[in-house]
């Protein structure tokens, strides 16, 4: 079955910096992407998605990468702010189910 | 629109018990899955629904089980509950005729003593 990994469990950013959340995914089939962010007591929230057939794509402050050749993921937000800290998961459509990443805690130090 | 609702959002069980869960999605949205969150494994896939009938399902055991109702509204049930069942149980709504997003619930965490 699929794996999805994060490269690093924790992340601490200064306020204003941009902050890199990487992924790494196993099935070169998967067709779909999508970041979310969790925070304490809450339900993991969309944040943004890219096809397979995209290698970036942007939002509001936030911009994914996706490299299909190392089947790698990377959520980029810019000028971090404190509100911005939360886990951060990714998740690859594998034929009809998502599978999603154990997360990135982002910590934003003011 | 209202978000997707959940309840209970706690819940304490006795080993050997049975619980059920209750999802109700964003209106108009006809899917529903199930998603169990732990810390050591992260998200995993439970079962999906759609239009009352289970269209997907993950790698669990038969004592999770699931409903959708006509109003799309769903149960999941486990029942003999297990030690390793504690853990913050997700439902995700969304709208198949739109795109692949899906909105989350705030959970209910489960807790088996």
């Known amino acids: 079955g699929e794996s999805v990994g994060l490269h690093l469990p924790t992340l601490s950013v200064q306020e204003g910096d941009n902050s890199i959340i990487n992924c790494a995914y196993s099935n070169s089939a998967s067709d779909y992407f999508i970041w979310y962010k969790q925070e304490s007591g809450k339900g993991p929230q969309f944040i943004i998605d890219i096809r397979s057939n995209m290698d970036k794509r942007q939002g509001q402050r936030v911009t994914v990468l996706l490299n299909k050749t190392v089947k790698h993921l990377s959520l980029q937000i810019a000028a971090t702010q404190p509100g911005d800290s939360a886990v951060y998961f990714c998740a690859e459509k594998g034929g009809n189910q998502f599978y999603f990443g154990t997360g990135t805690s982002l910590t934003v130090i003011p | 629109k209202a978000g997707v609702t959940q309840t209970p959002r706690y819940l304490i069980k006795t080993r050997g018990q049975q619980v059920t869960l209750s999802c109700s999605p964003i209106?108009?949205?006809?899917?529903v899955s199930w998603y169990q969150q732990t810390p050591g494994q992260g998200l995993q896939f439970l079962f999906e629904?759609?239009?009352?009938?289970?269209?997907n399902k993950g790698n669990f055991p038969g004592r999770f089980s699931g409903r959708q109702f006509s109003n799309s509204r769903s149960e999941m049930n486990v029942s003999t509950l297990e030690l390793g069942d504690s853990a913050l149980y997700l439902c995700?709504?969304?709208?198949?005729?739109?795109?692949?997003?899906?909105?989350f619930g705030p959970g209910t965490r489960l807790t088996v003593t």
């Open positions: 209106s108009g949205h006809r899917s």
């Open positions: 629904y759609f239009s009352e009938t289970q269209r």
């Open positions: 995700a709504s969304r709208n198949p005729g739109s795109s692949y997003e899906q909105y």
